[in-house]
């Protein structure tokens, strides 16, 4: 289990190493990641020696816009993120295209403990204990409002001012 690499702990970890000054090792770290987005936009949860894995945890792909927006927070290198943008967007397609799973009219008119499901993210199994039966996770939820906001802020900079409004209203 722990010859992975999780883009959860990767993007936490690469947090506290830029808090330190480590900025290499986490583009590289970011830029090898990146290459095993799934063509959907999907963040994998976890790379091994087989590739990505396609587990449906679905904090993923927020952890990914976090840790990208990080990197630039702390390099306010515009280039490299400009390289990562197409990345981006289409992780947060993916954030989209769950979210609508969840925005249905059985979600805005059905029993209270539907519409309290609402515009959240579907059940996964980003947690351990899940792993036999996927369960609603908020911080699914958290991750991707996080990245939404992230990828928000990251339209600014690159001047992609259509993309930004888009993601503000959401």
Same mark, same amino acid.
């Not at 959860?8 to 583009?27: C, F, H, N, P």
């Given at each position: 289990?722990?010859?992975?690499?999780?883009?959860?702990?990767?993007?936490?970890?690469?947090?506290?190493?830029?808090?330190?000054?480590?900025?290499?090792?986490?583009?590289?770290?970011?830029?090898?990641?990146?290459?095993?987005?799934?063509?959907?936009?999907?963040?994998?949860?976890?790379?091994?020696?087989?590739?990505?894995?396609?587990?449906?945890?679905?904090? %993923?792909?927020?952890?990914?816009? #976090?840790?990208?927006?990080?990197?630039?927070?702390?390099?306010? /290198?515009?280039?490299? *993120? =400009?390289?990562?943008?197409?990345?981006?967007?289409?992780?947060?397609?993916?954030?989209?295209?769950?979210?609508?799973?969840?925005?249905?009219?059985?979600?805005?008119?059905?029993?209270?403990?539907?519409?309290?499901?609402?515009?959240?993210?579907?059940? %996964?199994?980003?947690?351990?204990? #899940?792993?036999?039966?996927?369960?609603?996770?908020?911080?699914? /939820?958290?991750?991707? *409002? =996080?990245?939404?906001?992230?990828?928000?802020?990251?339209?600014?900079?690159?001047?992609?001012?259509?993309?930004?409004?888009?993601?503000?209203?959401?």
């Amino acid at each position: 289990t722990y010859e992975r690499s999780w883009i959860r702990d990767g993007s936490l970890t690469s947090t506290a190493l830029l808090e330190m000054g480590v900025q290499d090792e986490v583009k590289e770290y970011l830029d090898w990641y990146s290459r095993y987005q799934f063509p959907n936009g999907k963040i994998p949860c976890v790379v091994d020696q087989r590739g990505a894995d396609p587990t449906p945890e679905n904090d %993923s792909h927020g952890e990914y816009i #976090y840790a990208v927006m990080q990197y630039f927070r702390f390099t306010n /290198d515009t280039s490299w *993120l =400009r390289t990562k943008f197409d990345n981006v967007v289409k992780a947060v397609r993916y954030i989209q295209s769950l979210r609508n799973e969840r925005k249905t009219d059985l979600y805005r008119t059905g029993s209270a403990e539907q519409r309290a499901c609402y515009g959240l993210l579907p059940e %996964s199994i980003s947690h351990e204990g #899940y792993s036999s039966k996927p369960m609603h996770s908020y911080w699914d /939820d958290f991750f991707a *409002l =996080r990245g939404l906001k992230d990828a928000a802020t990251m339209a600014g900079i690159l001047g992609e001012t259509k993309l930004r409004a888009e993601l503000e209203s959401m």
